[in-house]
């Protein structure tokens, strides 16, 4: 949907608010002017330009419209108001975020521990993998292209940052070594390609198997978030 924004700034008001003086209407053409709401004014004695905020005009999509700004002052209340860069535009949509991330492409060496590592996918994305309970630390092999779990309770933590949140993770497993439950969302059923759904900032995956049958080897990820 479509908004307009500007940057304005107000000075040297008296006895009125911003908001009572200084206001936007719309109207298409050869129509009646409609008041806007302006979310954000400056406080009435300052030069400081500050962001209007987003003026929604979903309700003028299609239509040939105009925008005025009005100023209404008195003998006794005449300050000044400051408007610049004002712009229409449809409004910015977050947009979402796939990343992958494949083990054997990041120069680990065979048997190489991870343990508490934090490892960076993105600037929003970033997996640890860690010991926890288990007997074993996980650790990157050749033989299984990626990182490997172990039975009894090793972890991944999987975090987005900057106001993320995780919506999909798809892992691919190596030599039927699925074994992981999460805590939070829901894990697909064991199988050589496993996908987490929900919606989370950060996540827990254990490996759940209790002998060196039911492991966990992850190959890949692909992370989606938004």
Same mark, same amino acid.
């Given at each position: 949907?479509?908004?307009?924004?500007?940057?304005?700034?107000?000075?040297? /008001? %008296? %006895?009125?608010?911003?908001?009572?003086?200084?206001? $936007?209407?719309?109207?298409?053409?050869?129509?009646?002017? =409609?008041?806007?709401?302006?979310?954000?004014?400056?406080?009435?004695?300052?030069?400081?330009?500050?962001?209007?905020?987003?003026?929604? $005009? #979903?309700?003028?999509?299609?239509?040939?419209?105009?925008?005025?700004?009005?100023?209404?002052?008195? =003998?006794?209340?005449?300050?000044?108001?400051?408007?610049?860069?004002?712009?229409? =535009?449809?409004?910015?949509?977050?947009?979402?975020?796939?990343?992958?991330?494949?083990?054997?492409? $990041?120069?680990?060496?065979?048997?190489?521990?991870?343990?508490?590592?934090?490892?960076?996918?993105?600037? %929003?994305?970033? /997996?640890?993998?860690?010991?926890? #309970?288990?007997?074993?630390?996980?650790?990157?092999?050749?033989? #299984?292209?990626?990182?490997?779990?172990?039975?009894?309770?090793?972890?991944?933590?999987?975090?987005?940052?900057?106001?993320?949140?995780?919506?999909?993770?798809?892992?691919?497993?190596?030599?039927?070594?699925?074994? $992981?439950?999460?805590? %939070?969302?829901? /894990?697909?059923?064991?199988?050589?390609?496993?996908?987490?759904?929900?919606?989370?900032?950060?996540?827990?995956?254990?490996?759940?198997?209790?002998?060196?049958?039911?492991?966990?080897?992850?190959?890949?990820?692909?992370? #989606?978030?938004?």
């Amino acid at each position: 949907a479509p908004v307009v924004t500007f940057s304005h700034c107000v000075n040297k /008001l %008296n %006895n009125v608010t911003p908001a009572e003086v200084f206001t $936007l209407h719309v109207k298409e053409v050869g129509g009646e002017w =409609a008041q806007l709401t302006i979310p954000t004014h400056g406080t009435g004695n300052s030069w400081a330009f500050v962001d209007s905020g987003e003026v929604d $005009l #979903s309700a003028y999509v299609g239509k040939n419209v105009q925008i005025g700004f009005k100023y209404t002052s008195t =003998a006794s209340d005449a300050g000044t108001w400051e408007i610049k860069n004002v712009k229409v =535009a449809e409004k910015e949509v977050a947009q979402d975020g796939v990343v992958s991330i494949v083990f054997n492409t $990041l120069g680990y060496t065979n048997g190489e521990s991870v343990d508490g590592k934090t490892i960076v996918v993105d600037d %929003n994305i970033s /997996l640890v993998f860690k010991k926890a #309970s288990a007997s074993t630390a996980p650790a990157y092999y050749d033989a #299984s292209q990626g990182i490997r779990m172990y039975q009894n309770g090793s972890t991944l933590d999987v975090t987005a940052a900057n106001g993320k949140v995780i919506t999909s993770i798809e892992f691919e497993f190596d030599y039927n070594m699925y074994y $992981l439950i999460c805590d %939070n969302g829901e /894990l697909s059923a064991n199988n050589a390609i496993r996908t987490w759904t929900g919606e989370s900032s950060a996540i827990k995956f254990t490996c759940n198997g209790t002998d060196k049958n039911s492991r966990a080897y992850i190959k890949k990820m692909k992370i #989606s978030y938004k």
